[in-house]
């Protein structure tokens, strides 16, 4: 017998262009929301970090997507990449836990590839130092990506934990062209619950200079349960 058709009316339609990023601070605690968020807001790529799962545990899927995982260490808190399965799409390895890097192709219709970055970085500022050689080193990456595939475009999404001001100054103190422009907001930016009182804004998602005008504004959905909306 054939068995029943479960993937929801929605999702057979052919509109599948956003793109996300989400602090999830658990996964398996979220996945009926996951699933719902993915569904009602018509999602192709989400980028999840602090999944805390380790590789002892269950594997981390959801029905239609493919995942792509870096998982959870002692000092690391877990990253997951899903990539709707109608896009044909591969990960390209870096050896480095904070960074999933994965190419897809025929998103959005264009016809070159687009690469997506999923980046976890530490927080605090002890860990500025090792933000700023992150931050180098994806851009090296970037930078020769695009030498070898002048018709790629690049999207990074994430946690990098720093103000857009910040992020700047790390990406242009090193040699090399800067490739990247952190992506405009519509309408409110906070990402964070607030601490101390402060409301908060500093998860970004960033896109290749040369292609942001390809891409729409991204905007901060706030009605599901998450640690960073």
Not at 49 to 59: D, R, W
Not at 122 to 140: H, P, T, Y
Not at 200 to 226: G, P, T
Request: glycine share 6%; hydrophobic share 40%; proline share 3%.
């Amino acid at each position: 017998m054939t068995p029943a058709n479960k993937t929801p009316f929605s999702r057979l339609q052919p509109n599948l262009i956003y793109l996300a990023t989400w602090n999830i601070n658990g996964f398996w605690t979220k996945v009926r929301d996951v699933e719902r968020f993915l569904d009602k807001e018509k999602v192709v790529v989400l980028a999840l970090q602090e999944t805390l799962i380790k590789a002892t545990h269950y594997q981390l899927e959801i029905e239609g997507y493919r995942s792509f995982i870096s998982d959870t260490k002692e000092d690391f808190r877990g990253m997951l990449t899903l990539v709707d399965n109608k896009l044909s799409a591969y990960e390209v390895p870096h050896g480095l836990s904070w960074l999933i890097h994965v190419k897809v192709f025929s998103y959005a219709g264009w016809s070159g590839p687009t690469h997506i970055f999923n980046v976890y970085l530490k927080s605090e500022g002890n860990f500025r130092c090792a933000q700023g050689d992150c931050l180098d080193m994806l851009k090296r990456i970037i930078n020769i990506t695009k030498r070898d595939s002048l018709d790629s475009r690049f999207v990074v999404m994430g946690d990098i934990n720093e103000d857009g001001l910040q992020v700047y100054k790390h990406l242009n103190v090193q040699k090399g062209e800067n490739p990247l422009t952190i992506a405009p907001i519509a309408g409110l930016v906070f990402t964070r619950f607030p601490i101390r009182g402060q409301k908060q804004s500093l998860d970004h998602i960033m896109l290749d200079s040369e292609h942001a005008k390809d891409f729409k504004c991204a905007w901060v959905c706030r009605n599901y349960n998450a640690s960073n909306h």
